[in-house]
């Protein structure tokens, strides 16, 4: 776009390609495999990487371009690849980096999938992780060996909503020269900027708050130009490009990304001081909270609380599960970051294999609940919640 000083919502909506000769006002929907060259010359050097333009759907289209640079300019990075899903974001900005040999330092709550990256299928290509505990940032610099090459870190995180220091992540990576990545998805760089604290790339699935209608699979990964033309290579030949349907989806969802998440984050705070107050719970977690550990942290760099409350109910497992049983309103489902509002029991679902050990090891109680706020009327939603606690 011609003015990189407009505000975050003109460049979610404004942030667009050139018209076609129809001069339609919206963004057209590009579904083509690939596009056609002029003649030898041309194709030659299109491939020789001398012209800037799409070539195959594998490696850019128009529709993935266009939500690949609205969100370059809403994180504040300079360049970007999109992908089919969130996981394939993380798994190929990490493969495309990494080499036999080097070393991950974490923070120990990151997204299931994330983790069983690390601990299952990097060892397979001797790359090893090394956990900090996010409560304990003071020990994150004792992890670090002469093979890390990475810091990854989830801020606020799933499903906890604990709160790392940004500040201090990208002060660490620096003295120690390492690439800082951040897996943004809960925040969304409506409320947190990575890049601002210094991280080399932001990675996202889209699939949460960017889509928020629980359409589409997606995701993205911003940052560093060096490091993004490494992931870039890498995933014009392996193929985990998003879709161009799915990237107009998402370009769209983008434009109402900020007026979204405004009302996602009003309807949380009420939701998170309603159980606050309950007799039926032990203790709530959401980041503007003033009771929350990080409570200053999450005011430095967030600009609201974001969508997602984490509460421990009074009787542990069987409560939790019985808590869902009665839900009415809200959907029991595991995605999170729709307008519809979502309760999951971690627990009891999706880190039921894991050990009371090991689940308390990322901060899931036997009575941990988390509940993603939705747009729903909220006075709705709440009246939903008390009934499936009393
Ligand atoms: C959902 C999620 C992912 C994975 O995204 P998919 O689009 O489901 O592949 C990664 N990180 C976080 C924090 C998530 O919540």
Known sequence: MENDNFGFETQAIRNQLERTQYLEHSVPLYLTSSFV????????????????????????????????????????AAAGFAFASGMAAVYSTLAAILNSGDHIVSSSSVFGATH???????????????????????????????????????????PAVDII???????????????????????????????????HLVVHSATKLMDGQGRVLGGITVGDTDLIQKIYLFSRLTGP???PFNAWVLSKSLETLAIRLDRHCENALKVAEFL?????????K????????QYEIAKKQMKLGGNIVAFEIKGGLEAGRAFLDKIKLCSLSPNLGD?????????????????????LAVSITDGLVRVSVGLETVTDVIADLEQALS
């Open 339 to 359: 307008t519809r509002t979502i309760v999951t029991h971690p627990a009891s679902t999706t880190h039921s294999k894991l050990s009371v050990e090991e689940r």
């Open 241 to 243: 490009s998003l879709s």
């Open 116 to 158: 069983s990256l690390f601990i299952n299928y990097f060892p397979k290509w001797n790359i090893q992780t090394s956990y900090f505990d996010i409560n304990q940032p003071e020990t994150i610099e004792g992890l670090i060996t002469p093979d890390t090459k990475i810091i990854f870190a989830e801020s606020p995180t799933n």
């Open 286 to 293: 959401y980041p503007f909270l003033k009771s929350h550990p």
């Open 37 to 76: 060259f002029e003649d030898a010359e041309d194709m030659r050097a299109s491939f020789a990487e001398e012209k800037d333009r799409n070539i195959y759907s594998r490696y850019s289209n128009p529709n993935n371009n266009e939500f690949i640079s609205k969100v370059c300019a809403m994180e504040g």
């Open 165 to 199: 220091d940004l500040e201090l992540l990208g002060n660490i990576a620096k003295k120690h020269n390492l690439i800082l990545i951040i897996d943004n998805c809960f925040a969304t760089p409506y409320l947190q900027q990575p890049v601002k604290w210094g991280a």
């Open 276 to 284: 606050e107050n309950h007799p039926q719970v032990n203790k709530v």
